[in-house]
C-alpha cells in the first residue's frame, strides 16, 4: 500500500464521515492489502517450487538419455 493510498483512505469521502470512521476505512484496507499480498507470495512459492520440480525432472530426463547413450557407445566397443 502505497502513502498516497493510506491518504486517501484518512481522509472523508463525506461530510458525514468521522476520524473514527476514516481510521476503519484504513485498518480494513490494509488488512485487505496484507491478505492479497499473502496469497500473491503463497502462490509465487507455488509456481516456483512446480518450476524446480519440473526442472529436476527435465534434468534426471537428460541424465538418464546421456547414460543410456553412454552405455551405448561401450557396448559398441
Known amino acids: 500500500m502505497t502513502p498516497a493510498d493510506v491518504a486517501e483512505n ?14 476503519k476505512n484504513l485498518i480494513q484496507s490494509l488488512e485487505n492489502a496484507k491478505k492479497k499480498a499473502e496469497e500473491e507470495a503463497k502462490k509465487r512459492i507455488e509456481e516456483e517450487g512446480k518450476k524446480k520440480n519440473e526442472d529436476e525432472e ?3 530426463m537428460a541424465d538418464e538419455e546421456e ?7 561401450s557396448d559398441e566397443e
Open 10 to 23: 484518512l481522509m472523508p469521502k463525506s461530510i458525514t464521515e468521522d476520524l473514527e470512521t476514516c481510521l
Open 58 to 60: 527435465a534434468q534426471l
Open 67 to 73: 547414460q543410456e547413450s553412454d552405455e551405448e557407445d
